[in-house]
Nanobody
Framework: QVQLVESGGGSVQPGGSLRLSCVAS????????VGWYREAPGKERELVAS???????NYADSVKDRFTISRDNAKNTNYLQMNSLKPEDKYVYYC???????????????WGQGTRVSVSS
């Protein structure tokens, strides 16, 4: 069993910062691509940022130059640093990771439970 747990969400004023963390635990052989997604009620979940095992990053246009994704493989943890937050960044943020169990050759996608971010004055 593999579990992803996000933390770091909260409420900030416009222009503020938050750092989201996502910790993987359980039977982990390797963690391949990792992504942060966000979802608003009634809307589709959208990709915010992703990072590969080789540290190649990708960002949605709406968050470029404001958000930074990173990972610490030794801690099975990845982060989303969010700066210059805007009211339109108010979403539930979800971590997704492609995790390979030690006895398998292929990885399976795994989702966290989500962490809520609110931006308002």
């Amino acid at each position: 069993q593999v579990q992803l747990v996000e933390s770091g969400g909260g409420s900030v004023q416009p222009g503020g910062s938050l750092r989201l963390s996502c910790v993987a635990s359980g039977s982990i052989g390797s963690i391949n691509d990792v992504g942060w997604y966000r979802e608003a009620p009634g809307k589709e979940r959208e990709l915010v940022a992703s990072i590969t095992l080789g540290l190649i990053t990708n960002y949605a246009d709406s968050v470029k130059d404001r958000f930074t994704i990173s990972r610490d493989n030794a801690k099975n943890t990845n982060y989303l640093q969010m700066n210059s937050l805007k009211p339109e960044d108010k979403y539930v943020y979800y971590c997704n990771a492609a995790i390979r169990k030690p006895w398998r050759y292929t990885a399976d996608g795994c989702w966290g439970q989500g962490t809520r971010v609110s931006v308002s004055s």
